[in-house]
């Protein structure tokens, strides 16, 4: 199971190939830029919008077309991916309504999104568009019915520390959890890279490493203070939460 979680949660799934070639950028600590100027003027604007936005975010659930605001796409797409068992319990025409909503909200992202301080800290994956990347084998459809998962969490450190934790029950009643530690490299303005080292696995009161080394890749195509995008190289879509932030 430990080799399976390896390859998983991750930012992206571990196969992971042709990302962007690096062009070693630093890693600065303040966001670039916002790429457009409906993000730059949205501070301003909130206050004496409130009450509208307020309205459009509870049609937006049901209606993705009449959102134009980051604000309101973020609040609508958590709506969409909350209680889905992080997409598995979504239908074909939601998961499109999801991919539609995370379309919308890339093109409110950052110039820079890899040098935003926004990507530190503790997230939960709450959705991906393909059910067995984040968690590996054990999320397949026979997976699930041996392991149910408790928390599937990502803690991003400054300035290059990636931790990634799901903790599980199998059976219904033996307790345990896969942990990766790893360190990240940007590769580009969007593109980061995170080399883990070998699995930790602890069931009951047994504690070991298993496996070697994986590597991961993923496209940060949204950033904000509570919703993060990402998008691997083979187009699986990742929505992450940020903790303290869950409804």
């Excluded at 300035?159 to 029950?169: A, E, H, L, M, R």
């Excluded at 307790?175 to 070998?198: C, H």
Aim: aromatic residues 8%; contains cysteine.
């Amino acid at each position: 199971m430990a080799a399976a979680v390896t390859s998983s949660l991750a930012l992206s799934p571990s196969t992971f190939r042709g990302g962007p070639e690096p062009s070693k950028p630093k890693f600065l600590k303040f966001c670039s830029k916002p790429a457009n100027l409906a993000f730059a003027i949205l501070p301003y604007t909130h206050r004496r919008r409130h009450k509208t936005l307020r309205i459009l975010a509870s049609v937006s659930v049901s209606n993705p077309q009449v959102l134009t605001d980051p604000e309101e796409l973020s609040a609508s797409i958590l709506s969409k991916v909350t209680h889905s068992d992080r997409g598995v319990l979504l239908k074909k025409e939601e998961q499109e309504e999801v991919a539609e909503v995370a379309e919308k909200l890339q093109s409110f992202c950052v110039s820079e999104p890899v040098k935003c301080p926004l990507i530190f800290g503790d997230w939960d994956v709450v959705y991906c568009s393909v059910p067995t990347s984040p968690g590996g084998g054990y999320r397949s459809t026979i997976g699930r019915l041996v392991f149910k998962t408790k928390e599937m969490i990502q803690v991003i450190e400054a300035p290059d520390i990636v931790k990634n934790k799901v903790s599980f029950s199998a059976f219904g009643f033996l307790d345990g959890e896969v942990s990766l530690t790893g360190k990240l490299k940007a590769l580009d303005d969007k593109w980061i890279q995170v080399i883990f080292e070998p699995p930790e696995l602890k069931v009951g009161a047994l504690e070991f490493r298993y496996g070697g080394e994986s590597e991961v890749k993923l496209q940060i195509t949204y950033i904000d203070d509570k919703v993060r995008l990402g998008k691997g190289s083979k187009g699986s879509l990742f929505v992450f939460q940020r903790r303290g932030n869950s409804t």
